[in-house]
């Protein structure tokens, strides 16, 4: 069982979400980026591209944390984070805040109260906090584990997005190919990606009492990062980096290599095939080379693993 007490109140996260993103749009705290977005279909999944519209909030907000840093003062905006952008106490430990710059409507992020790096192996507490969210919606959870896994901030945080990402039917753009994972000794493989992955179902009870389930998804975790060849190199760093996906259902790991193909960066939600592009440009180099041979260059390939 995970340490501490789930504080966050049953029936409650959903309408904060909603409440709290209306508030922080009226005082000017959540700065969306607008985007439009095309479908670009490779190897049997229809990637969910989005073009970012306007990049001037962020670069704004990413020179600012530069020249901090730059003065010897290291930028946190998760401690203390910024209050208009507050939804919830989840535990003890965790709490729940809009993400500031958010692409997608209600994106949140689980930020630890107290600081952890973000490549940090994850804990019964992070999961715990993670599964009492995935109580109140249906959302797809996920974990960019350092910088070349796609984090852009060193404070612990994991991140949900409700479902569906696309409303073609499917909760995800990847999820065609789920379905064909081998399983062995409960641990699956999506044999049709060209990379490195691994993947299992979870019970979806388990976020009916997220303490006591935490120790299940804690060991899920730890055999997927196993499968992958991730060893914990000691009782908090692994040795690699990796991106993480987690529904009510089940949970997919991919460990990366590189941070970008070229100016594109790649996070957790490409592998749920929705990636995100900065201007034209980038959407025609993402369309010259597909979004699947995009994931492959960043991820593990097969052939980097056998002739180890």
């Not at 203390?80 to 997608?104: G, M, P, Q, R």
């Not at 404070?155 to 379905?179: D, W």
């Not at 049709?192 to 976020?207: G, K, R």
């Not at 492959?296 to 052939?303: D, L, M, P, R, T």
Request: one cysteine or more; glycine letters at 6%; charged letters at 20%.
């Amino acid at each position: 069982m995970a340490q501490g007490e789930i504080l966050l109140n049953p029936g409650t996260l959903w309408t904060s979400v909603k409440e709290c993103t209306e508030y922080a749009l009226k005082c000017g705290a959540l700065l969306s980026i607008p985007t439009k977005f095309e479908f670009v279909e490779q190897d049997g999944v229809n990637f969910l591209v989005r073009i970012l519209s306007n990049l001037v909030r962020k670069d704004a907000a990413k020179k600012q944390q530069d020249k901090q840093t730059s003065a010897g003062k290291e930028f946190n905006p998760f401690l203390a984070y910024e209050k208009d952008l507050f939804v919830a106490d989840i535990s003890d430990t965790h709490v729940c805040i809009l993400n500031k710059f958010n692409v997608v409507d209600y994106h949140l992020l689980i930020i630890t109260r107290a600081f952890e790096e973000q490549e940090s192996l994850l804990t019964p507490e992070d999961f715990a906090a993670l599964l009492a969210c995935l109580a109140e919606f249906d959302g797809l959870a996920f974990y960019n584990s350092g910088k070349t896994a796609g984090a852009s901030q060193r404070h612990k945080h994991l991140q949900i997005v409700p479902l569906p990402l696309v409303t073609s039917g499917v909760q995800t753009p990847i999820e065609p190919l789920l379905t064909s994972a081998q399983f062995e000794d409960g641990v699956g493989s999506i044999t049709q990606l060209p990379f490195v992955n691994a993947f299992a179902t979870l019970d979806p009870n388990w976020v009916q009492s997220p303490l006591t389930s935490a120790e299940y998804i804690l060991k899920v975790y730890q055999n997927l990062l196993s499968a992958v060849g991730i060893e914990a190199v000691n009782s908090h760093q692994p040795s690699g980096a990796y991106n993480l996906l987690v529904t009510r259902e089940w949970m997919f790991i991919v460990p990366r290599s590189q941070e970008n193909f070229h100016s594109i960066s790649v996070n957790s939600l490409g592998f749920a095939g929705a990636l995100l592009v900065r201007n034209e440009q980038e959407m025609q180099l993402l369309k010259n080379t597909g979004p699947m041979t995009i994931l492959k260059e960043v991820a593990v390939q097969n052939s980097q693993v056998n002739s180890q």
